[in-house]
């Protein structure tokens, strides 16, 4: 079996990619999730620039530079501005 990750997709992430959730094959066993990000960016360019996008990593919000092992699971959403 590849190695892979479960993406799930929030608010307007899931409208831009049509999508709620995904499974997301890995070349190896991990990912960055700069590497992730530039990835979903070239798979669904409307979400550009995905570097704005944030990610939780088995519910934990995670910065950028995390390393994603196969099996986990990835959330993508927007930031959320409070107010």
């Given at each position: 079996?590849n190695?892979?990750?479960?993406?799930?997709?929030?608010?307007?992430?899931?409208e831009?990619?049509?999508r709620?959730?995904?499974?997301?094959?890995?070349q190896?066993a991990?990912?960055?999730?700069?590497?992730?990000?530039?990835?979903?960016?070239?798979?669904?360019?409307?979400?550009?620039?995905?570097?704005?996008?944030?990610?939780?990593?088995?519910?934990?919000?995670?910065?950028?530079?995390?390393?994603?092992?196969?099996?986990?699971?990835?959330?993508?959403?927007?930031?959320?501005?409070?107010?």
């Open positions: 079996m190695p892979a990750i479960n993406i799930l997709y929030f608010a307007r992430v899931a831009l990619t049509g709620r959730a995904e499974p997301w094959p890995l190896g991990t990912i960055t999730g700069h590497a992730l990000l530039d990835s979903l960016e070239r798979r669904y360019p409307q979400l550009a620039p995905a570097t704005r996008l944030k990610l939780a990593v088995n519910q934990t919000h995670a910065k950028p530079g995390v390393t994603i092992r196969a099996g986990d699971e990835v959330a993508v959403f927007e930031p959320v501005t409070g107010g």
